[in-house]
């Protein structure tokens, strides 16, 4: 049993991002408490919990990344071994949200996918979800238990002024439904934005029309939540360079990278893709060009700021004292 600031606590991990929940154990100054995943002949995944959690503050590390069902099935599971084992709550660190792109209707008889996962996580008996850049804000309206909607932004930040960029900066928005994004980020740099305006024939394709803004003579940083095929950002960083951009940088909280993701990067006249450790990347996913940033030591203060009842909005800003 851990005991953190008086409160019993036990911090599990399933199989998605098992290294960002040793960081933010570690963080946390207490272990991973030990948690048997095992899976029947047909693919049936079991749970088993070793110790008691009764009356135990849980949390559960689990991004549900690729292959996304096999992790949403673990973590429904394992969230109702805790349920039926009489944990006091049981929160759930996604950093990563699965589905968060099926947030609303786009076409007649299209599934609200993220929804669905909200009910899901709640019948199963979850008591709070604390997750990492949402795809859509209007996420949080979807659960009926807290959600904390967590910003990378403060780690993005310090990485990119330690660039010393000369006040030379522009923060481009690789869509027009990327604006607020973009702006909040350039406010700390005083740095004009720039816009992608593109069109998407079909899913994961992108077509770039034209850039809205000066770019020329100044290093361009696009900022998104994901980066998934690299389609959008490579095309864009071709543009801006033909535009007169000094180099392209990118800033992505979740590293999908599907497919030919990397290579395309790689391909690319993208200088640096900076992204965090919301998902975990095997080593083929993996490049020189691609940088990723530890969310553990936000998450795990999150962690403490919960179990203490004190605000973790402070935790979403930058000055010059984060350690983020």
Do not use: W
């Not at 995944?45 to 099935?73: C, D, K, L, W």
């Not at 394992?78 to 589905?99: E, H």
């Not at 969310?295 to 179990?307: S, T, Y």
């Amino acid at each position: 049993m851990a005991l953190v600031h008086g409160v019993k606590v036990k911090l599990f991990t399933l199989h998605s991002n098992p290294e960002l929940a040793r960081e933010i154990a570690e963080h946390m100054g207490i272990g991973l408490s030990e948690c048997s995943l095992t899976r029947f002949s047909d693919g049936e995944v079991s749970i088993n919990i070793p110790e008691t959690v009764r009356g135990h503050h849980t949390f559960v590390v689990q991004s549900t990344s690729a292959p996304v069902n096999e992790h949403y099935m673990e973590l429904l599971i394992m969230i109702d071994a805790l349920k039926r084992a009489s944990a006091r709550t049981i929160n759930i660190i996604m950093p990563y949200y699965g589905y968060s792109r099926q947030d609303r209707k786009a076409l007649p008889r299209h599934p609200i996918s993220a929804k669905l996962i909200a009910d899901l996580l709640t019948v199963a008996g979850a008591t709070r979800v604390i997750s990492m850049d949402l795809h859509a804000g209007q996420i949080q309206g979807f659960f009926n238990i807290p959600i904390d909607n967590f910003e990378a932004a403060p780690i993005f930040i310090r990485y990119l002024k330690e660039k010393n960029f000369d006040d030379n900066l522009v923060v481009v928005s690789p869509d027009h439904g990327g604006t607020t994004r973009a702006r909040k980020l350039a406010l700390h740099f005083d740095a004009p934005i720039a816009i992608v305006d593109k069109r998407r024939p079909q899913p994961n394709v992108a077509e770039v029309m034209n850039i809205i803004g000066d770019v020329e003579g100044r290093h361009a940083v696009i900022v998104d939540d994901i980066i998934d095929t690299a389609g959008t950002v490579s095309i864009a960083a071709d543009a801006l360079i033909k535009a007169g951009a000094k180099d392209v940088y990118v800033v992505a909280t979740h590293p999908i990278l599907s497919g030919d993701a990397v290579d395309k990067i790689n391909r690319s006249a993208i200088s640096e893709v900076i992204v965090t450790n919301s998902i975990q990347l095997p080593e083929s996913k993996k490049s020189p060009k691609i940088v990723q940033l530890s969310i553990a030591k936000m998450l795990a203060q999150g962690v403490l700021n919960i179990i203490d009842d004190k605000s973790i909005s402070n935790l979403f800003l930058y000055n010059n004292h984060t350690k983020f």
